[in-house]
């Protein structure tokens, strides 16, 4: 509770989200370091029923992340992602398991598991009555970070952010990207321990999107666990250490992004189409992964009589364990079309990726 927090973040952002009820008559929150020997987040057998609902929206998940890591919570409309981030920042009141973020139980100690936790939600809720500098200076007021070392902070992350000539405007000046951006800011300003994003990329343009990523990757690199909500496949892949997926409120897999996409039974594959005698397609046919050629047909304006230095043309298809680069093999390839005096027409290289995990467990696509 004395002096500056310590600068974790966004050159010396600290932060707290505000996806909770937070007032401006609020009082200030007890400053709190939780231990960091305990996981960033721990959930088990975690259930939300809503009232009056047939169905548990959140249907008894388990899972933890480590310290400074990137946690990608992915799934559909509806699966209960934001359900999830309500629960473990003290928002939604869990209706049965336990859910724990640095180390405190959030349904015992929910001002202490606040104070760890630093929230950007779905949708804006920045005050439009205060300027974004003001929005940030109060939220640090509500985390009783001491007024000189916010006001440092606060000038700090809107320098990191983008935002420095826009400090004392108004909310409703900012697009959506902006708004998100200062909200961001805003949740750093108490250096949680966990930051929760609840979509972070959606509506933002390309170069928001990579400009964001790379602030959550800076922040993650500086210690602070980030779990984030997507249903972009592209975004869990590129960004998220672990990814979770989860439908129907149901965890169905937890793991990292190339585990799971190693996990499938379909690898990598390579196809290719070359033209040149039948000894090429015997070449070809000893590299690693080679599948039998698929079609052999001769090529067009020439009978083929089957004798072996007749040029016909092949389709080869390599199959790869999943996570092997299947272009690694086009060399390979091209050299013995080479030495066959062939011709390599084609080469195309499948890779799967998240989206085939998803359709693997849930027999639909998430797109
Ligand atoms: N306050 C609420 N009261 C009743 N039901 C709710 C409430 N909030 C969410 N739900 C229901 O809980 C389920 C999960 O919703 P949730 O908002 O957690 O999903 P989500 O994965 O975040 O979806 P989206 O990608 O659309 O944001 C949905 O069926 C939703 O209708
Ligand atoms: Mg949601």
């Not at 999830?84 to 959030?106: E, F, H, K, Q, Y």
């Not at 003001?134 to 990191?160: I, K, M, S, T, W």
Request: with cysteine; glycine share 10%; hydrophobic share 40%.
């Amino acid at each position: 509770m004395t002096g500056d927090p310590p600068v974790r973040g966004m050159n010396g952002a600290t932060s707290s989200g505000t996806g909770m009820a937070e007032t401006r008559t609020a009082a200030p929150q007890p400053r709190l370091k939780a231990s960091p020997a305990c996981p960033a987040i721990e959930v088990a057998s975690l259930v939300k029923r809503y009232p009056k609902s047939s169905g548990n929206a959140v249907d008894g998940i388990s899972f933890t992340v480590g310290r400074a890591r990137i946690f990608g919570l992915l799934g559909p409309n509806g699966a209960g992602k934001t359900t999830v981030v309500g629960m473990l920042t003290t928002r939604v009141r869990p209706t049965s398991g336990v859910a724990r973020v640095a180390g405190i139980d959030v349904a015992a100690r929910p001002a202490a598991a606040r104070a760890a936790v630093g929230v950007v939600p779905q949708r804006n809720n920045l005050d439009r009555s205060l300027s974004i500098r003001q929005n940030l200076l109060f939220h640090a007021a509500y985390h009783a970070v001491p007024r000189a070392g916010a006001a440092r902070r606060a000038e700090r992350l809107l320098d990191a952010f983008g935002l420095a000539g826009r400090a004392g405007d108004k909310p409703d000046l900012f697009s959506g990207g902006q708004s998100q951006r200062v909200m961001i800011a805003r949740a750093l300003m108490h250096d949680p321990v966990v930051l929760f994003l609840d979509e972070p990329s959606t509506g933002l343009d390309p170069a928001a999107r990579l400009f964001t990523w790379d602030r959550i990757r800076e922040l993650r690199d500086q210690g602070t666990t980030v779990l984030l909500t997507t249903h972009d496949m592209d975004e869990a892949e590129a960004l998220a250490d672990q990814v979770g997926i989860i439908d129907h409120g149901q965890l169905l897999a937890h793991d990292s992004p190339q585990a799971l996409v190693r996990s499938l039974p379909a690898g990598a594959s390579l196809d290719v189409t070359v033209t040149g005698p039948a000894g090429l397609a015997a070449a070809l046919a000893v590299l690693p992964g080679a599948e039998r050629a698929e079609t052999a047909a001769p090529l067009p304006g020439g009978p083929a009589t089957g004798r072996p230095h007749e040029p016909m043309r092949y389709h080869v298809r390599f199959r790869l364990p999943a996570g092997s680069d299947p272009g690694t093999l086009i060399p390979a390839v091209a050299a013995a079309v080479s030495r066959y005096g062939g011709r390599l027409h084609q080469a195309v290289t499948a890779t799967p990726s998240l989206e085939d995990v998803f359709l693997q467990l849930t027999g639909r696509t998430l797109r």
